[in-house]
């Protein structure tokens, strides 16, 4: 008997998802627990796996389609149950007229080759004609035995009105601009995820008051530090150390110090934490998703490092799950990873302060009355001017700033 693929449940207050990419199409055969379809929520991209072993029977919503939370999608097979497929005869092979002709195979109908054309005869008389009046016999039309040209075929030809000259080749076209490209439009369902995410984004624009405050940072002092300690690092712990992890472990530092951008406004009271839960946005299959480093102040580098390693390569996958996407005090973004010099980051509700981080470029700086070439990265933090004063803004920024061009105050913790 058939079994039943129903939508799993994908988090609280969730009831309509949204059916992704099928994995294994109808007449498929799957193991128990191989990955059949993906469920795309708001909240995160999930997997149902195979309850048993057996084939794909049928599919009842396609890609695209939206479902209930617990409504049947498809059926399987049990291994053992499927009824066997008639095998289609083989049709027989169409019988060829192969016939052989002069030593050679040829199939259908042999055609004789047409004989080769001869030379035009031309009569003397008809000759004399053509020559005195010019007229080469080629092209004439002869009506004598044989279609041989005649004297009376010469006069005829000679009477007739001389053919028009051929026009001279025309001058080269001027180069014409390409025409209109491919105006084409294609439509593609919007994932929950991708609705989700633009739904918070503007919720955050219409009910946070955002300003962004910018500075910059020195990054020479970290990368000697990575440059020093990075195989070591990775031998140690099997992950390579990052610039993520200074930033992490700053950004609490800079939490503690000023704990407004930590805090959430609930109206009518602002929310402080102590405790600092850290969102990291990576890119996903589906689009941007920030998972969350659960106190993040207890964690050491190489456990940030870890964290951080697990989750982008399971966002990869959609494998992320959901209540690693809730929650969260701050978030980091990178954007310098995909080649940004500066951005305004948009928080993610209901938190108060988004950090962005950008590319590594070599300026010349003043230090020490000295012209020199500095790695050089620029901060910008977009928070909540509700709960945050620009004078907390900036001495945050400025705290991270400090912190990551002398690494040794996250040893003492100054």
């Known amino acids: 008997m058939p079994i039943e693929l129903k939508v799993p449940e994908v988090g609280e207050s969730i009831t309509e998802v949204m059916i992704g990419t099928w ?3 109808e007449g498929d055969v799957v193991a128990i627990d191989d990955a059949i379809v993906e469920i795309e929520s708001d909240k995160a991209t999930v997997e149902l796996p195979a309850p048993a072993a057996g084939t794909i029977a049928k599919v009842l919503k396609g890609s695209g389609a939206t479902a209930k939370v617990g409504e049947v999608i498809g059926y399987l097979e049990p291994a053992g149950a499927a009824a066997v497929a008639p095998v289609a005869p083989t049709p027989a092979a169409p019988v060829v007229d192969v016939k052989r ?9 042999v055609q004789p080759p047409a004989a080769p054309a001869g030379p035009q005869r031309v009569m003397p008389a ?7 009046a010019g007229i080469a016999a080629a092209g ?29 080749a025309p001058a080269p076209a001027p180069v014409s601009m390409p025409g209109p490209g491919s105006r084409e439009e294609r439509f593609q369902l919007i994932s929950p995820i991708r609705r989700r995410i633009a739904e918070r984004l503007v919720e955050a624009q219409q009910q946070a008051a955002l300003l962004t405050t910018f500075n910059e940072v020195d990054m020479f002092a970290v990368m000697e530090l990575r440059k020093k300690f990075k195989d070591l690092f990775q031998e140690r712990y099997g992950v390579k150390l990052g610039f993520m992890s200074f930033f992490v472990r700053a950004a609490v530092e800079a939490l503690r110090a000023v704990p407004q951008v930590n805090a959430e406004y609930r109206d009518p009271h602002i929310v402080f934490r102590d405790y600092y839960d850290i969102g990291i946005a990576v890119g996903g299959g589906k689009g941007l998703v920030v998972p969350v480093i659960r106190n993040a102040e207890l964690l050491s ?11 982008a390569r399971r966002a990869g996958e959609n494998k992320l799950k959901l209540e690693e996407l809730q929650g969260g005090t701050f978030t980091i973004s ?3 990873v995909y080649g940004s010099m500066l951005s305004t980051p948009i928080i993610n509700p209901p938190q108060s302060g988004i950090l962005g981080l950008h590319s590594i ?33 900036v001495t945050f920024l400025k705290r991270i700033k400090d912190t990551i061009e002398d690494p040794s105050r996250l040893m003492l913790e100054v």
Do not use: W
Not at 126 to 132: H, S, Y
């Open 101 to 109: 002709t002069e030593g050679r195979t040829t199939i259908g109908s």
């Open 361 to 393: 470029q070599e300026r010349p700086m003043a230090v020490n009355g000295q012209v020199v070439i500095r790695p050089m990265m620029y901060l910008a933090l977009t928070y909540d001017h509700r709960l945050v004063d620009g004078r907390e803004a």
């Open 126 to 132: 008809a000759a004399r004609v053509l020559g005195e």
């Open 140 to 168: 004439i039309q002869g009506s004598g035995p044989g279609g041989r040209v005649t004297k009376e075929d010469a006069t005829r030809a000679v009477a007739a009105p001389p053919a028009p000259r051929a026009a001279p």
């Open 301 to 311: 580098f190489a456990q940030i490092e870890q964290t951080i390693g697990d989750f």
């Open 23 to 25: 994995k294994k199409r």
């Open 334 to 336: 990178n954007g310098g």
